[in-house]
Every structure is written in structure tokens, then in C-alpha cells.
């Protein structure tokens, strides 16, 4: 058997390898890590020369697991996140906090609860907080898999949360916009109907990364016998503001989703009737004292706004 130096393989490399198997692709993986393509492309064949393994078949679209690959990743993945956890525990230990939250939040939504996470930060110093900006699907598997000890998404993103093993707190109501270009016709009107999108072009997210947005929009048109004009799917909101600035469509998202348009260019019109909640999910089984103590912070302030 091949001896195997694992001095030159850093967990960086456990954490890429990690990556290109999950986007199977080393331009995705690169943009997640802020390393150039060619970087990732030639750290992985030093990575495979180090360890005596093809890990990835390579060909124009994508690169897929080997065998040897498929079993690497399987073996390696729950070791690569105790490692993480076991450093970043490491760390909170060395600044002599006596406890630790991770927090995931939406990748493209504002940050509602800033203010009042920097409230909890300065009033408990003892504990130590990380944030990680993530996409709908990365929030759903960091929280499944115990990575984050909760997160802040969209209530129609919710569905998939089974109720025996994940609590859910409405923290904030936010209105539905309809996003599209400033030249766009409806553009310059105040508010909206669903009515008024009839037969109007629509931006979609994708349902393997949010199956509850798209039944969502489906459901709203649905209530006025309308079916919606699809001109093009995106794996989140913000990879249709190049669409929306070209007239492409519409796209409905909340009222976090690009609070500062971009140069003005991007009009949010009210869509009136309608709704949405940022939500905070967490799993039942977490007993973190840290995220209890912030969970009781939040619903206080979701009680004080219904008063």
C-alpha cells in the first residue's frame, strides 16, 4: 500500500475537495472559497498526486466523483465539520468565553436583526458569536447537520422543516415586492394586484434550491386563476438582477431582497394583500444555553412589535 504524507494536505484541501464534490464544479467551488478557477483546478491534481487517488473524472460541464472520490467524501465529511467545530471551540476557550452561536442568515436578505444581535453581543460578552451568509439550500443542510445552531430565512422556505424535529418563530412581517426595471410598464405604479402580473414575464427561483418559493408564487397567481408566465429559473433572487436590469421579467421577493437597488435602476413596487415573515429555525433537540437565551431575546421583540 502507497504511503501517504499528510503533511502537505491541509484541512483548506479537505474543505475544497469538499467543495468541488458538492457544486462539481472547480469555478463554483472557487467562488465559495474567493479562489480563482486555475487555482482550484491545480491544487486538486496536487492533492489527488499527494494522496495516490483520482478524485474527480473532469470533462466541459462538470466534474463528477470517482468511486475512490464518492467513499473519500463520505468518509471525510462529518470528520472535516468536527474539526472545524473542534478548532473553533479551541478559540472560543483561548478568549475565555463561556459559550458559542452560529448563526446562518440569507445570502441576499438584509440583516432585520442586527441591531438587536449587537444588543445580546454587548449585554453577554461572555459569549462568543459567528455568522455565515448562505444560500436556501446551505442554510437547510447547516442546520440539519448541526452546523449552524440556527438560522434566519423566508417563511415560504419553511415547508420542509418537519415540525416533530425543528421550531420556527415569525420574527419580522415583511411586505412582497415585484422587482423589475425602471422602463418597465408597471414600474410607476404605487402598488400592485397579482392581477396585474397576468400574462407579465416571471423570474423564478429554482425548486431544487427553494421548492417552497416556487409553490409559493404558483399558490398566489393559483388564488386569481392565473398561471404564470416563466421567462427564466435562477438558483436565488440575486442571480436574476442582471435579468431584471435587461427587462426580462419580474421578479416577487420580499421586502429584504434589495432594500438599495442597484443605482436606481431596479423599482420595488408593493404587491398589495400580500406578505411574508423572515423566520428563525432551529432543531428541538439543540439545548445550546447560549441559543436559548438569544431565542427569548428575539421573542421578546417579536412580542413588543404586536403590541
Not at 474543505?15 to 469555478?27: C, D, I, P, Q
Not at 466523483?65 to 472545524?84: M, Q, S
Not at 459559550?99 to 440569507?106: D, E, V
Amino acid at each position: 500500500m502507497r504511503e501517504i504524507n499528510l503533511y502537505n494536505i491541509s484541512v483548506l484541501d479537505l474543505e475544497l475537495f469538499m467543495n468541488v464534490a458538492k457544486y462539481g464544479s472547480f469555478t463554483k467551488a472557487g467562488e465559495k472559497l474567493f479562489m480563482a478557477q486555475s487555482v482550484v483546478s491545480k491544487r486538486i491534481s496536487q492533492i489527488e498526486n499527494e494522496l495516490g487517488l483520482s478524485l474527480f473524472i473532469r470533462n466541459k460541464r462538470q466534474v463528477v466523483l470517482t468511486p475512490a472520490g464518492r467513499v473519500l467524501e463520505e468518509r471525510i465529511g462529518n470528520v472535516l465539520d468536527d474539526i472545524l467545530d473542534a478548532i473553533q471551540a479551541a478559540h472560543v476557550a483561548q478568549t475565555g468565553a463561556s459559550g458559542y452561536l452560529c448563526i446562518g442568515y440569507l445570502e441576499w436578505g438584509d440583516l432585520t436583526f442586527i441591531d438587536g444581535l449587537r444588543k445580546f453581543i454587548k449585554d453577554n460578552p461572555q459569549f462568543s458569536i459567528s455568522m455565515y451568509r448562505e444560500n436556501f439550500p446551505e442554510l437547510r443542510e447547516g442546520i440539519a447537520q448541526g452546523r449552524v445552531d440556527m438560522i434566519f430565512t423566508m417563511s415560504y422556505d419553511c415547508d420542509v422543516f418537519l415540525a416533530g424535529e425543528y421550531d420556527i418563530l415569525k420574527f419580522q412581517k415583511v411586505p412582497l415586492m415585484a422587482h423589475m426595471y425602471r422602463e418597465h410598464p408597471l414600474a410607476s405604479r404605487k402598488s400592485l394586484a397579482i392581477e396585474d402580473l397576468r400574462g407579465q414575464p416571471m423570474l423564478m427561483v429554482d425548486q431544487k434550491s427553494s421548492s417552497g418559493y416556487g409553490e409559493y408564487v404558483r399558490g398566489l397567481f393559483r388564488k386569481h386563476n392565473i398561471r404564470p408566465v416563466v421567462a427564466q429559473y435562477a438558483h436565488n433572487g440575486g442571480e436574476h438582477i442582471g435579468n431584471i436590469l435587461i427587462n426580462k421579467g419580474i421578479l416577487l421577493a420580499s421586502g429584504q431582497f434589495l432594500q438599495n437597488s442597484v443605482d436606481g435602476q431596479i423599482v420595488r413596487v408593493p404587491v398589495r394583500d400580500e406578505e411574508l415573515y423572515v423566520t428563525v429555525v432551529w432543531r428541538k433537540e439543540n439545548r445550546n444555553l447560549v441559543l436559548m437565551k438569544y431565542l427569548q431575546v428575539l421573542a421578546e421583540e417579536v412580542d413588543s412589535e404586536t403590541l
